[in-house]
């Protein structure tokens, strides 16, 4: 985004104003989303992008919109990017933000998973959770009393897939029936959560990966719902060289997430997988000049992507980095405020 000048006040109010049916719920994956929300969270976003440049350079003051709320940040998973930005979000909208690690809490251990939300919910005013199982952020929502928000499970990842379409927003603009290919295992977390994005978007959402590394069955069949009542499409593809045709955006995670290095199917996957590595040649393949790159990171150079398409002009890892801060931001005034 090149543009700079201060959004109207009454615009980002406006914004604001009109996020009020989000106030106190949850957000565990896209599907408890409408179209509508996942827009309005991704125009908040860049709304609230452009005003921290704004005050950055002291155009404007500083919000302290959240002044008096507490959030609690649970990290089973290492974590770069959704730590530094529920941090940062919290700090520039004047909120506390205490991070607790696996061992730092009883959550699930010594305590249950129940008690402990409700125990944090009269401490807290959210509740953010970033590990393995799914059903461990369900619960905590189940039980909490304040807006929990899921910062990546094994099934899903939906602040990632938020910060992705204010990323193609910002390169393409209106994307209805643009193409974008995810390429490796689509059936992973990352994956998952931007096809049900892409689907929402009207976007022409391709997964090329072999037949073995499919989204699941159910999560597929609500992205083909989504994409029948947006006009976009989903589909699945063997070949990547196909797939990635007409492609303004290819997309691709790392080949064996987190928790998986040592499991005996590593090596196997990293060679099922290598076809779909994300190379000069395949980017020349879509027959696009403007086609971009994007991945969620880290990403293992060599491996899923090759070091000159990442470093290369078309890439934009970085900008897509520091949008989770701004649609994180703008998911947490949406459910606090």
Aim: charged share 25%.
């Amino acid at each position: 985004m090149t543009d700079m000048n201060l959004p109207q006040d009454s615009g980002l109010n406006a914004l604001l104003a009109s996020a009020h049916t989000l106030k106190g719920r949850s957000l565990l994956t896209l599907l408890e989303l409408t179209q509508e929300e996942m827009f309005l969270l991704v125009s908040l976003a860049r709304a609230l992008k452009l005003e921290k440049r704004a005050w950055k350079r002291g155009a404007a003051l500083r919000p302290r919109r959240l002044d008096g709320k507490s959030l609690a940040l649970i990290f089973e998973k290492a974590s770069t990017r959704t730590r530094c930005s529920f941090l940062v979000a919290a700090q520039d909208e004047g909120a506390f933000a205490e991070t607790f690690g696996k061992g730092d809490i009883h959550l699930g251990a010594k305590e249950d998973i129940a008690d402990t939300a409700r125990v944090l919910s009269r401490f807290f005013d959210g509740i953010e959770f970033r590990g393995f199982e799914h059903a461990t952020v369900e619960a905590l929502a189940r039980h909490a009393t304040v807006p929990v928000w899921n910062g990546l499970t094994d099934e899903h990842h939906p602040t990632q897939a938020l910060a992705d379409i204010l990323t193609l927003q910002e390169e393409f603009g209106d994307l209805a029936g643009r193409r974008v290919v995810y390429l490796g295992d689509a059936g992973n977390n990352t994956c998952a959560s931007l096809m049900l994005a892409c689907a929402m978007a009207g976007i022409d959402f391709v997964m090329a990966a072999p037949e073995d590394y499919a989204p699941r069955a159910d999560l597929l069949g609500k992205a083909m719902d989504f994409a029948s009542r947006s006009g976009g499409r989903v589909s699945l593809a063997t070949d990547p060289f196909q797939a990635v045709r007409g492609a303004c955006a290819l997309y691709t995670d790392v080949w064996v997430s987190m928790g998986e290095e040592q499991k005996p199917h590593a090596r196997a996957k990293v060679e099922d997988l290598r076809p779909y590595q994300v190379t000069s040649h395949l980017m020349t393949a879509t027959g696009r000049q403007d086609t971009i790159f994007l991945h969620c990171l880290p990403a293992h150079k060599g491996f899923d992507v090759t070091e000159d398409v990442f470093e290369s002009a078309a890439s934009r890892v970085f900008e897509q980095a520091e949008n989770r801060l701004h649609t994180i931001k703008a998911l947490m005034l949406a459910t606090l405020r």
